[in-house]
């Protein structure tokens, strides 16, 4: 909080030259600090985090209009999502409604998906990573009463859930469609080891993806697609005793590769979801591998002293690996949904 400028977001902080990095509005992580401030809020009931929360969110405003990213569901609804729950403003409300508005005009009837990136060479590329943006979208359908925000979530979701898996329900990245025939051009990865790997993070998006589809679909293919992933991450052979992922389930150094903190964390909080959708004893093994998740990151591997790793919770996760970016650092979505799985474990006992 000392640190951040008041018209910035934090994004990572590396400790060589105790540099710390931040985004614009515009980036993709930028709702992920007021987000976590809203939980911790939510938790302590800290009004100095509250007013920090409120004051950040003023940055992401103009964000509800920006129909240049796929991203809005993280930035948008991990923000001013948790802010509406928490405090039930009706102008929090326009902005997430505003944002679903946006973010519904970058879909295609023919690929039946929202387009990820427009960078080249990219003709349509879809990221595994945008499963995550649909809540947003559901939570308008619900809001609004346009039924056209949940067609585009559960359309998306279908084709994804067609195109994106392979026969043992790992993901690919990158599925890049033909806009004119909606065919699939090609399967490829951006920030995993190969195009025929496991990224570890895409993995837990999609397992988090489909988790939320079934919440509010009550759908039981998409249960059973969150648990299928859900199969392939805990019994994979790389899986770590520590259940904390190497970046990627088939990176060539295993078991000197790094692990990616983010990964686990986002696995954590979709298995304690998942846990409530499924047989007792099933959901004593998603949450048995949570509560281990989330002790070994809270142990001093992973859980930065007070004061240390730029003011960030975790240490140790990967962004891009390929392009050398973000390597080994803190991550402020690795925080997020650390904090999330922790309330969601804490709300368990209720
Ligand atoms: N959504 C981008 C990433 O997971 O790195």
Redesign the pocket.
């Known amino acids: 909080m000392g640190r951040v400028p008041a018209d910035r977001l934090p994004k990572t902080y590396y400790a060589v030259g105790d540099r710390l990095e931040t985004s614009n509005a515009g980036w ?1 992580t930028s709702g992920f600090y007021p987000g976590t401030l809203f939980y911790l809020y939510q938790f302590s009931h800290d009004t100095a985090l509250l007013r920090e929360a409120q004051d950040r969110l003023k940055l992401l405003e103009k964000e509800q209009y920006n129909k240049g990213t796929h ?1 809005l569901g ?1 930035m948008m609804y991990c923000s001013y999502g948790n802010g509406l729950r928490l405090l039930g403003n009706p102008e929090y409300k326009q902005v997430l409604l505003n944002s679903a508005a946006s973010l519904s005009t970058r879909f295609n009837p023919k690929v039946g998906c929202i387009r990820s990136w427009d960078s080249k060479p990219w003709k349509y590329p879809v ?1 595994i ?1 945008n499963m ?1 943006n649909l809540e947003l979208l559901l939570w308008a359908a619900e809001a609004s009463g346009d039924a056209s925000y949940y067609r585009i979530a559960v359309t998306h979701a279908n084709t994804t859930m067609k195109n994106h898996f392979r026969p043992d329900y790992s993901s690919y990245h990158v599925v890049d469609y033909d806009t004119a025939t909606g065919d699939v051009i090609a399967r490829k990865t951006a ?1 995993g080891y190969a195009d025929s790997s496991a990224w570890a ?2 993995q837990s ?1 999609g397992l988090y993806g489909y988790t939320v589809m079934y919440r509010s679909t009550h759908d039981p293919k998409y249960l059973l697609q969150a648990e299928n992933i859900a199969h392939f991450i805990l019994t994979n052979p790389h899986l770590p005793a520590d259940k904390i992922p190497y970046w990627d389930y088939d990176a060539p150094d295993i078991p000197r590769a790094l692990r990616d903190a ?1 990964a686990a964390s986002v696995m954590a909080s979709a298995l304690i979801e998942l846990s409530g959708y499924v047989p007792v004893g099933r959901g004593q093994e998603y949450l048995n591998v949570a509560e281990q998740i989330i002790v070994n990151l809270s142990g001093n591997v992973y859980h930065a002293v007070v004061g240390s790793n730029g003011g960030f919770i975790l240490k140790h996760s990967v ?2 690996l390929p392009a050398k970016s973000e390597v080994d650092v803190p991550l402020t ?1 690795a925080d997020y949904y650390y904090v999330e799985a922790m309330l969601r474990y804490k709300n368990l006992a209720k």
Do not use: L
């Open positions: 993709w991203d993280f990221i990573d995550m920030q993070r895409g998006w983010s962004g891009h979505y």
